[in-house]
């Protein structure tokens, strides 16, 4: 699976977007970009992928680059309960088993 | 929710105990997967079933080992256990044996003292 980078940290102020951008500039044609994120220990909780195209659902959009190089996660009106840590993977969708979890992005959403 | 399920939700032992963690997977998934989350370490794959059957390893010590069992829930049974073993370990599930979304379960918080 193609390596992803992404920032340590970031802030947002309540009510605005946040936008968690990816590098991945390695990644191969078949490889889809996978967002996750963990609030507090919890579990990880699945948000969105994208192969290409730009995706949306009811938790986020995710915006991919033409050359598929990087893509950047958009929560549209971050809330307090937002905060937590947003993992970036690359991966083929129907191949392969573990996710491999980098560092993630700590996001602190601030009233 | 994600409809994975995990018990216990914390667990606290002694060293060289035996614990043993269960997680029942999404209906109609038949791939479940461990992973290990200590605070030196993120979050790390260990093992993955799929219906029965051990599919894939990762960094999973051989005092650890897991199972799962026809109804398709797994259990992880951690042995011997020490201090280092201290984590959260969170189980997965996928519809698939390979790729696909995986969704995460609660986890069990593991205390050795």
């Known amino acids: 699976d193609a390596k992803t980078t992404q920032p340590t940290s970031m802030d947002c102020a309540e009510g605005r977007a946040a936008n968690l951008p990816c590098n991945h500039s390695?990644?191969?044609?078949?490889?889809?970009v996978y967002w996750y994120r963990q609030i507090h220990s919890q579990g990880p909780q699945y948000i969105i992928h994208?192969?290409?195209n730009n995706e949306t659902n009811e938790m986020a959009s995710l915006i991919i680059t033409e050359d598929r190089k990087s893509s950047t996660l958009i929560l549209p009106h971050a809330t307090l309960r937002d905060t937590a840590v947003y993992y970036c993977?690359?991966?083929?969708?129907?191949?392969?088993?573990?996710?491999?979890f980098g560092g993630g992005t700590r996001l602190m959403v601030k009233p | 929710d994600s409809g994975v399920t995990q018990t216990p939700k914390h667990l606290i032992t002694a060293t060289g105990q035996r614990v043993t963690l269960r997680c029942s997977p999404r209906?109609?998934?038949?791939?479940v997967y461990w992973y290990q989350q200590s605070l030196d370490q993120g979050l790390q794959f260990l093992i993955q079933?799929?219906?029965?059957?051990?599919?894939a390893k990762g960094n999973i010590l051989e005092r650890f080992s897991a199972q799962q069992f026809p109804d398709l829930h797994s259990e992880l049974n951690l042995s011997s256990l020490e201090l280092g073993d201290s984590a959260l370990y969170f189980c997965?599930?996928?519809?698939?044996?390979?790729?696909?979304?995986?969704?995460f379960g609660p986890g069990t918080r593991l205390t050795v003292l």
């Open positions: 079933y799929y219906n029965g059957e051990e599919r």
């Open positions: 390695t990644i191969s044609g078949n490889e889809y």
């Open positions: 993977i690359v991966r083929v969708y129907n191949a392969g088993n573990m996710l491999t």
């Open positions: 994208g192969l290409k």
């Open positions: 997965a599930s996928s519809v698939a044996e390979q790729g696909y979304t995986q969704y």
């Open positions: 209906s109609g998934d038949l791939s």
